[in-house]
């Protein structure tokens, strides 16, 4: 890769906001777009360049503003259209650009659209989403939805199914349907002609739908076909999404990543082709979803940890196969993900600080451009002090009612500490600013607890702390806008059958970088070949000791080839 080709968005780093747990400013108990305004110096204080916000769009919350009644209002729990332009101001005006979380493979079942197709079958609106007769009075076919149970519901007062691969809220729109497509287009280039600077597409891949919605797999055990497996990389939606491309996202210099449930290698080259077709990046999920049940019946509810060398396999295995050929997203965590120093790290003490900065440190030297989730830069962990009563999201209530109550694969207390272990609330947990009441989120009743350990894991005190895991991302941020070779540079990784260590290279024209991070809370010895001329350019301790590798250690060194 030629420095001069760099493209703005492959330098850039991320951060991700999710509204509704960042701020609250007039004390209802939910962030808000001002909460937002009010923190934008902390973000460009950490150095990002973009902020990726959540849908802040009208949304009854079926799934917390993923289910969109109107895609051109904003929810008022939120602010206004006035407060969401006066925001986009004041982020410009630092230099920081904002990118919009883009929902449209469904709606919410409040969207008009919806309202008018669910009227009766000879409504004009009809066929902008998936609608079925039954066969044998049963849905159409069997797939299940991501959130558990059918992905199908009967409507009594038409008498056909439609079709909602999430919440029964969150009907899937028709693609297949021209005038659907000219919709979301149109919609999507007045918030262009806004000043947005790109869109992260929700689920992107599922929008082209299979022929004859033939049934998925069922796995053993289970109850439903796998719907995932059988409508994601549908047969248009490449063709869809240069469409959009040519009709909307040409239009204005903008970054774009599709979240890309199920994408491999081969179809990752395709959305996020450096020939600039389609999109800009995927988010892949494989990564995510190593740490997955045995039992495929219960999908990712499970608590155990993955064998280093398949974390490094499957990481190596995106690094190097789009290597020239398209563009790899870097993440760890966001909204829907546990956090990360829980899941691969330690969640208490100096261990947490450690960890997290090992996590970052892997994460930010690869090849690709770095997502950093709200709360990550300060080591935010799960949230253990959340019960039953406590959660919110529909995915993890509705596992307990098709999975617990009516299917009986698993007992309340084992899908807890599943739910301990990978549930999305624990990312959803109010930002925590500080040590004062609700860590200074709120005044008021929070939507969603608190983490309980906010008396130590807080801004405020990252800020007041120069070894905090806050400066080390700021430093990494840092390092990546001012040495080309952690965007350039050539990917090869050390040591695929260590277990506890996980060392890669970055190759540039004439110098290298070594990364190096220890997984494990014990101190290790390896020994790596290292030029004389060779220096440290970040690290997690204060000093260096060589071959050995202390707790969580990570360390970078940069020398001349
Ligand atoms: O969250 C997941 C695993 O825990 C995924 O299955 C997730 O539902 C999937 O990646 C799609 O996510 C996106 O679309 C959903 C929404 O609930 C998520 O928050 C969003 O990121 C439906 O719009
Ligand atoms: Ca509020």
Redesign the pocket.
Known sequence: MEKTDIKWWQQAVVYQIYPRSFQDTNHDGIGDLKGIEQHLDYVKELGADVIWLNPIYDSPNK?NG?DISDYEAINPEFGSMQDFEDLLAAAHERGLKIVMDL?VN?TSDQHQWFIESRSNQENGKRDFYIWRDPVDGHEPNNWGS?FSGPAWKFDEATGQYYLHL?AEG?PDLNWQNEAVRDAVFGMMNRWVDKGIDGFRM??ISLISKPEGLPDGQVPEGGTYGNSNDAVANGPHVHEYLQEMRQRVLNNADLMTVG?A?NVDIENAKRYSNLNGQELNMVFQ?EHMELDENPNPALG?WYDQRVPLPLLKENLTKWQEELANQAWNSLYWSN??QPRIVSRYGASQGEERVLSAKMLGTLLHFMQGTPYIYQGEEIGMTNAYNLDWDDFDDI?IKNARKYLVDQDHLIDADTLLRYVHYKG?DNARTPMQWNQEENAGFTTGQPWLKLNDNYDEVNVAAALADKDSIFYHYQKLIKLRHELPIITTGRYELIDPHDDAVYTYKRVGDDEELLVINNFNDETLVREYELPDNASLLISNYDDDQGKTLRPFESKVYRYQK
């Open positions: 799934d993923y929902v469904h991501f999430f969150q929700d689920v979240e449930s999920f990712k909204h829907d995915e999305r």
